[in-house]
């Protein structure tokens, strides 16, 4: 079976972007993994599939990481999902839905794509953590790293707060942080250098993916852990490898995620 496909991107997070809503894609955790590698494959943080989804919403948008797992929530994929569903459907905001539920969409100025994320969850429960804590300081040390902020953003999150991310060797140390025995889920380890109160710099180590050019959900809980730990305001910039995100924590509790969609190239794929 061949299937067409769209390689896109937000800020240098890469996906594989395929669309089931007319004919179901076959997909495995084999083929998942073989379309990832960047050698054999076509390569990717993320392996998107586009469905159709019940009353309510646009379309639902299965979320895959190079090692075959399924990820809860992807905002950079959210945006450029969202670009696509808009154009098509000749809508200024959309509704896309996801496993950790439904995340609204609206076209900006200049090409941005604003994304609610929804509600940060700070329960110990929701992030979730191994056992009862409090999530604003978690009593894990691994090297020169101590004392993360954990919340959820429809998947884990910890975001570690660091003096210097340019003398930080974060392959050292963002695996044995993503499986540590505090997340029974693993998680996505953010390292944060706050710059000012409205300029956070961040790089993400990605569950299931390792480093990426940038990382939407990890943008947005590193601005809360940051407002929560009084480091910043409730709107900030966040500066990735691969660029900025614009994130705003409402009063109400809602994150939201501002920034560019791009699509590379288009291609078919052998399933």
């Given at each position: ?13 890469d ?23 960047r050698?054999?494959?076509?390569g ?22 190079p ?15 969202a ?16 496993i ?34 409090d ?37 050292a ?31 993400v ?22 407002h ?44």
């Amino acid at each position: 079976m061949t299937t067409p496909f769209r390689k896109m991107h937000g800020l240098g997070n890469d996906f594989v972007v395929l669309d089931g809503r007319q004919t179901p894609v076959p997909l495995t955790t084999e083929s998942v993994v073989a379309i990832g590698d960047r050698r054999r494959g076509v390569g990717f943080d993320q392996l998107i599939v586009i469905e159709p989804a019940d009353d309510g919403a646009d379309a639902f948008m299965q979320i895959r990481n190079p090692d075959g797992s399924e990820a809860g929530a992807c905002g950079n994929a959210t945006r450029c999902v969202a670009s696509l569903l808009m154009e098509e459907l000749r809508k200024p905001s959309v509704t896309v839905r996801t496993i950790s539920g439904d995340l609204v969409a609206t076209a900006r100025d200049g090409g941005l794509v604003e994304v609610d994320m929804g509600e940060a969850r700070l329960g110990w429960r929701d992030v979730p953590l191994a056992r009862e804590a409090d999530t604003l300081r978690l009593p894990l040390t691994l090297g020169p790293v101590s004392d993360p902020a954990a919340c959820s953003m429809g998947n884990p999150h910890a975001t570690f707060f660091v003096p210097s991310l340019d003398a930080l060797d974060i392959p050292a140390v963002g695996p044995a942080l993503e499986h540590d025995a505090w997340f029974p889920e693993r998680a996505n380890i953010g390292f944060t250098e706050v710059l000012a109160p409205d300029h956070l710099r961040l790089v993400v180590w990605e569950r299931g993916a390792g480093l990426t050019l940038a990382c939407g959900s990890g943008a947005c809980a590193t601005l809360v852990n940051a407002h929560r730990r009084g480091l910043c305001n409730r709107t900030a910039t966040v500066s990735l490898p691969g660029g900025d995100l614009l994130i705003q924590w409402r009063e109400d509790g809602h994150v939201l995620m501002t920034g560019p969609v791009a699509t590379a190239f288009l291609g078919t794929l052998e399933l």
